[in-house]
């Protein structure tokens, strides 16, 4: 366990790291002759239950923190994914038949489980209250009707200042080639090279820090990826999180050469030379 002070603001954290980030960390701010303390596990904030509004007034409240720091898990932030799910289980089990509301949650799951296994959801689906096919399909159209800038506008509306930073992750996946007819369109062919069939798709994800929220910005089809046209494509992203009120301040991708390239080419970009950063102010404390 290590820690640092600055500005009246003690900061403790674990040695153990995930990737470049502390495993736990736990911020105590003095304010008005008072202690606050925020607790966090790896992004995600945590809450002790033990210590009441966050505020410590005696040396065991402290060593309660850190001891709550130190053994939070993903299990422990599990269970509250799930304790929310059956919860609102329950409440579906109690709304009429066809007057069932369904959370945002509920649908980011129920698509992504359908998207893997349409038997698996026709299945589990007999058990709990689950919207139909029909349902989600209705909902597809509508989200593919809005415009990107609409859509993320909608999303960030609804966060406060802090929840509005982001991180941009990019990764390139291997598909088979091949050409599709669906809905009066043909898909497969690549974006980069039009008269080729694409072999890679280029998978751009925002991820909003401190919430649940992550969106798949673009799949872009690709035949070679090259750093040009990568660069191209998360300026793109990163113009249009700006429009939209969001924050993005930092990129993650594997070490791939292409990867290495383009993170150099925004390094030697006119906008960063000049002072501009991917944010415009500092994060708020």
């Known amino acids: 366990m290590n820690y640092s002070i600055k500005n009246n603001i ?3 954290y674990s040695e153990e790291r995930v990737g470049s980030v502390f495993k736990w960390s736990i911020m105590i701010k003095l304010e008005l002759q008072h202690l606050y303390f925020k ?3 790896q992004f995600k904030r945590l809450f002790c239950p033990s210590v009441a509004q966050n505020h410590i007034r005696k040396w065991e ?3 309660e923190v850190i001891r709550y720091a130190k053994f939070a898990d993903e299990d422990s932030v599990l269970s509250k994914v799930k304790f929310n799910f059956l919860s609102h289980q329950i409440d579906l089990s109690n709304s009429p038949r066809n007057g069932k509301v369904y959370s945002v949650n509920d649908i980011v799951w129920d698509l992504e489980l359908i998207a893997k296994s349409r038997s698996a959801y026709m299945f589990i689906r007999k058990s709990l209250f689950l919207p139909s096919v029909r349902t989600l ?3 597809m159209s509508k989200v593919g009707n809005l415009d990107s800038r609409t859509y993320f506008r909608s999303i960030v509306s609804h966060l406060d200042e802090r929840s509005r930073y982001c991180i941009v992750i990019f990764d390139e996946i ?19 090279e039009p008269s080729e069939l694409a072999n890679t798709v280029l998978c751009i994800i925002v991820k909003f820090l401190f919430t649940n929220i992550k969106v798949i910005s673009s799949l872009i089809p690709i035949y070679r990826l090259k750093s040009d046209f990568q660069t191209t494509c998360l300026k793109e992203t990163l113009n249009l999180l700006h429009l939209s ?3 993005p301040f930092l990129f993650v991708c594997d070490n791939y050469r292409v990867n290495q390239q383009t993170l150099l080419k925004f390094q030697e970009s006119e906008n960063l030379s000049k002072g501009k950063k991917l944010i415009s102010q500092a994060w708020p404390c």
């Open 10 to 12: 003690l900061d403790i």
């Open 39 to 41: 607790i966090f596990y």
């Open 61 to 63: 409240e402290l060593d």
């Open 137 to 139: 399909q209705t909902i």
């Open 174 to 192: 291997y598909v088979k080639p091949s050409l599709l007819y669906s809905g009066g369109q043909l898909y497969g062919k690549a974006h980069d």
């Open 245 to 247: 009120g969001a924050l």
